[in-house]
T-cell receptor
C-alpha cells in the first residue's frame, strides 16, 4: 500500500530557530495536509495544499506542495516553545476519500 | 459543542470483551472518519461515512470491527472479542462535503483503548 516517510523523525532546536521538515511518498498525491498533534489530543489541521508547486502560509508556518507531487515540505520560522508537538503530513491521491498519514516528526523547542 | 467529541476518553477492557466507542461530530458535518493511532505512529484510516452510509470501510482490519452512523450524526465504533493488539487511540474526525472543505478534517481528542 501507499506509504509516507517523514524526516527528520525528531528534532531538538533552540527557541527562535527556523525549522524545516519534509514528507515523501511512493505515489502521486493531489492533496497534502499538515497537522500538529499535542499529547492527549487529536491532530489539528495547520495547512492544506491542493496544487503542485503551491506555497501556502499560516502565520509562521509555510508549506509547499512538491512539483513531483510526491513530496511536501513544512517550514516553521522563529520557533517558540508552544511549537512543541508531533507534526504529521497526510496525502490523498485520485483513488478515493482516504488520507494516508506519515509517521510524524517530533519537534522539541529548547528555551 | 463546538468540536468533535469522543467518549469515553479512556477504556480499559479484558481480552475477549466487546467495546463500543462513540463519536459526536461537528454539527452539520456530513462526513465522518474513524482512525486508529498506535504509539509512535500516524493515524491509520479505518472507515469513512458520508451521511448514514459507510462509503469506504477498507481500513477495518477484520470482521471484529464494525461501525454505524444510523442518523447521519453520531457514530459508534464496535469491536468484538477484543485482542491485546487492538490497544491504541481511536480517533474520530468530521468534515463538510462542500468543495475542498471535505479535505479539512477536524479531529476529536480520541479514545484510548487498553486491552489487558
Amino acid at each position: 500500500g501507499q506509504q509516507l516517510n517523514q524526516s527528520p523523525q525528531s528534532m531538538f532546536i533552540q527557541e527562535g530557530e527556523d525549522v524545516s521538515m519534509n514528507c515523501t511518498s511512493s505515489s502521486i498525491f493531489n492533496t497534502w495536509l499538515w497537522y500538529k498533534q499535542e499529547p492527549g489530543e487529536g491532530p489539528v489541521l495547520l495547512i492544506a495544499l491542493y496544487k503542485a508547486g503551491e506555497l501556502t502560509s499560516n502565520g509562521r508556518l509555510t508549506a509547499q506542495f512538491g512539483i513531483t507531487r510526491k513530496d511536501s515540505f513544512l517550514n516553521i520560522s522563529a520557533s517558540i516553545p508552544s511549537d512543541v508537538g508531533i507534526y504529521f503530513c497526510a496525502g490523498r491521491g485520485n483513488y478515493g476519500q482516504n488520507f494516508v498519514f506519515g509517521p510524524g516528526t517530533r519537534l522539541s523547542v529548547l528555551p | 459543542g463546538a468540536g468533535v467529541s469522543q467518549t469515553p476518553s479512556n477504556k480499559v477492557t479484558e481480552k475477549g470483551k466487546y467495546v463500543e466507542l462513540r463519536c459526536d461530530p461537528i454539527s452539520g458535518h456530513t462526513a465522518l472518519y474513524w482512525y486508529r493511532q498506535s504509539l509512535g505512529q500516524g493515524p491509520e484510516f479505518l472507515i469513512y461515512f458520508q451521511g448514514t452510509g459507510a462509503a469506504d470501510d477498507s481500513g477495518l482490519p477484520n470482521d471484529r470491527f464494525f461501525a454505524v452512523r444510523p442518523e447521519g450524526s453520531v457514530s459508534t465504533l464496535k469491536i468484538q472479542r477484543t485482542e491485546r493488539g487492538d490497544s491504541a487511540v481511536y480517533l474520530c474526525a468530521s468534515s463538510l462535503m462542500e468543495g475542498q472543505h471535505y479535505n479539512e478534517q477536524f479531529f476529536g481528542p480520541g479514545t484510548r483503548l487498553t486491552v489487558l
